[in-house]
């Protein structure tokens, strides 16, 4: 199975920021990647697909990049709503994973 | 607009079985696969397996292919999760999902407590 592993795990940023969140992957999953936000009792969110790909209706601000065993996802100005976990999940070949998550905190 | 409702929250004991619905709406059901997710609390979501809207063809995690079976009924553009032979770490709360790779749209989950 492709491990999926997440940096940093918590990462505390005050809104306006712009911050980076990296997931790694143990083999090349080339870009089959998505990226999900989630708030507490919620299901996840589509942001990103295919490592870069604006889903329909998530904002600019929010931007992914990388292919390969190398993935970002970044947010350019942060807002008070963006407050959330975010996970990064490969869909190249089955069984498809998900990162242990980054939990983004007001600073 | 799209919407997928599951079913309301189950407690079961160890050993037991459970069926999550999930019931579909906005989208042509047969072109679209359903995914379905759990997530324990405190960890990140587990991907169970995939079935296809339009003929019913499965991929099931490794993890619990013996004892998962995912079906539709695309008279009622509905899916169901069946899980079998229950342990406490089947304890989570179960998704639904459109979409075989990645997801776009999400039920708003179901919590299966297995308790003795």
């Known amino acids: 199975d492709i491990q999926m592993t997440q940096s940093p795990s918590t990462l505390s940023a005050s809104v306006g920021d712009r911050v980076t969140i990296t997931c790694r992957a143990s083999?090349?999953?080339?870009?089959?990647l998505a990226w999900y936000q989630q708030k507490p009792g919620k299901a996840p969110k589509l942001l990103i697909y295919?490592?870069?790909s604006l889903e329909s209706g998530v904002p600019s601000r929010f931007t992914g990049s990388g292919s390969g065993t190398e993935f970002t996802l970044t947010i350019s100005s942060l807002q008070p709503d963006d407050f959330a976990t975010y996970y990064c999940?490969?869909?190249?070949?089955?069984?498809?994973?998900f990162g242990q998550g980054t939990k983004l905190e007001i600073k | 607009q799209v919407h997928l409702v599951q079913s309301g929250p189950e407690v079961r004991r160890p050993g037991a079985s459970v069926k999550v619905s999930c019931k579909t709406s906005?989208?042509?059901?047969?072109?679209?696969?359903i995914t379905w997710v759990r997530q324990a609390p405190g960890q990140r979501p587990e991907w169970m397996g995939w079935?296809?809207?339009?003929?019913?063809?499965?991929n099931y995690a490794e993890k619990v292919q013996d004892r998962v079976t995912m079906t539709t009924d695309t008279s009622t553009s509905t899916a169901y999760m069946e899980l079998r032979s229950l342990r406490s770490d089947d304890t989570a709360v179960y998704y639904c999902?459109?979409?075989?790779?990645?997801?776009?749209?999400w039920g708003q989950g179901t919590l299966v407590t297995v308790s003795p």
């Open positions: 999902a459109r979409g075989e790779g990645f997801a776009d749209y």
């Open positions: 906005g989208y042509i059901f047969t072109t679209y696969g």
């Open positions: 079935i296809s809207g339009y003929n019913g063809n499965t």
């Open positions: 083999q090349s999953v080339g870009t089959w």
């Open positions: 295919k490592a870069s």
């Open positions: 999940q490969h869909y190249h070949s089955y069984l498809y994973t």
